[in-house]
């Protein structure tokens, strides 16, 4: 499982390079990322063709999903080739999942001067370079609705990050690219630890294709249960290596690979549906359904709505049931920040908030180019952080070096350059950030024909009519959730719910458990002055401070933890200017003394401050199957989470929802699906519901 947990912050390295022409090579590996005589040809022959990528293309359904990954995404070659394909041939309704890894990925300048190489492809290539990454670790998800493509990247070793989807213990892969440089030259990509996570992630008959014909590579794929042919190779090599995979035993355990016995399937079945040992305790994943036909969302705030958006994309039917109307509640604000921090180390909060950051600004930077976000719905401005202390500065400044389209350090003589307003103090500069209003993005992504919205139900009652275990959904079945106008009596049903309506998820039985706090929070509306109008890009302090909007600058906010009253203060107005006068005093004078008013909402945020995205566990059956851990932490129980089956949560998004909502919307639809997850393993457990329960039972003191 991918672990970075309190090891220092770091940027994904990049690889070395020198050129042949457009042709990089790596003086790390001492090897090329694809021949200088005809590498497009080269790529489609091995990979390609070896696959029968066309032939899998065509024969999708409506709603199938085609999942490839490559071990070594490099230029992206590879994807490239697959993506003119798909283009072309596929079927309406079918989605194409690609996962591309690469420990040392290429800076988007590197990638860019690769690809002209190849004229051929300049529309897809310019699609990728449109969504290159920053390099950031972790995974960056990319979804193009309109295309059905999903591509992940992950800037990550390869066996770590296989192994982290391995641990879901879920087969999702199609077709295996075993790209990379060659196996005596990059050794780990060619590992038993790698490809037994490749078997372990292999559906049923999945392909696999690799330009190399090393012996040592195909004893190991035979031992784990692919039948390996050989075909001759491209150009001057003799041979390369494709095949399939074969699951003769299905619930029997791998113990250990010793790639230098030789395995024949054709006269004995191999053991290797496991090859991969899990070591945690899935009390964040329960047993697997098929993936729902309907849905019902309770909250159309931005949670509610980004979560709606990515099941119908799915084309799941959502309803949508909001107790007042669209962004009524915490998402309704006249402006907010996508916005993160950076740590000088590791930890769950800020890795989450910064791959969250990413995915948003990709996301709203998508919807303003399709024109589904006008000019007074958000802009893409940036925003300067101030206040960063001094130790955290100094390592940052050193680290966001090889980054600086992600982040860039400003000083006080340089600040008016990029903000339109000099600082006194040096700041961290994002340019890719947006000012949003939150209700402009809910109403877009509540707007799709698969969804329908019903406003002002007000509360309303969830049931389970019939318990759905692990059986699926049937087209002619009464759906087993219900929600119930407590007014009118009338009821809404589908085959899951999900709660994303903040604090009132705790009003769910079997829910109070949860550990929700309600934080009041004022914004101060003021009216735009001759110096604020010249600023170009959002200010972060301890509020916030975005360019104008109309002639108002929407500012904020205040913070008010259990107070529920929503009537707007003096206090809290003077309470805002205060911490804007400390933090930006030139921008403070220029504006008037008294707001043009403000508005009052309530955030609803978990203890620990990260969101709940997942399941809804059952408490009492999850206290009793998990009690061992009470005794040993680490105590490893092999049972999938009880969970009240149907029922997801999507709450405790704080005041950064704008930010996090697309990704935790996107996270959730995953695993409601069964689709491969665009996040790490261990950030997924660091937002599922469950975390509480266990980390209770760990402590010896139960829910």
Known sequence: MIQHDNQPWTLAPAPTLEWLDATPRSTTFDDIYFSPQDGLAESNYVFIEGAGVEARIRELSSRQTLTITETGFGTGLNFLLTLSLWLRYRPPGSRLHYIGIDAYPLRHSDVSRALTAFPELHNCSQWLLNRW??????CHPFIDDEAGVRLDLWWEDATETLRDLASSERRWVDIWYLDGFAPAREPALWSPALLGAVAALSKPEASFTTFTAAGDVKRQLQALGFEVTKRPGFGRKRDCLQGQFRLYEKDCTYEEHRPHEEHHPAHSAPVHSAPVTNTLTPWDMPSTTSPPNTALVIGAGLAGACVARRLAERGIRVTVLEAKTIASGGSSNLQGITYTRLSRK?????DFSILSYLFATRHYQQLVAA??????????????????????ARYLEQTLGDAPEFAQWL?????????GIALETPALLFPDAFWLNPPAVCEERLDHPLIEVIENTGQVALSNVQQLGERGFAANATPPWQATHLS???TYAADIALLANAGAALDHAGLDWLPLQQIRGQTSHMAASPVSEKLKVALCHEGYFPPARHGLHCMGASYGPNDTALDERGADHAHNLAT???????????????????????RC???????????????ERFNTCYAALGQRKTQLIAENQPALTGLWLLIGLGSRGLCSAPLLAEHVASQICNDPPPLP???ARALSPARFLARALIRGNPL
């Open 371 to 392: 024109g589904r976000l006008g000019e007074s719905d958000g802009r893409r401005c940036g925003f300067a952080q101030l206040g960063i202390d001094a130790a955290t």
């Open 346 to 350: 590791h930890n769950p909060l800020s």
């Open 133 to 138: 990454p920053h390099p950031v670790k972790g």
């Open 488 to 490: 009118t009596g009338k």
């Open 411 to 419: 000083t006080p003589d340089t600040s008016a350059e990029h903000l």
């Open 681 to 683: 393993r261990a950030l």
């Open 605 to 619: 945020t978990s203890t620990d401050y990260l969101p709940l995205a997942g399941s809804a566990p059952d408490r």
């Open 580 to 602: 804007l006068a400390a933090a930006v005093p030139a921008l403070r004078r220029g504006l008037a003394d008294e707001p043009q008013g403000g508005h009052v909402a309530l």
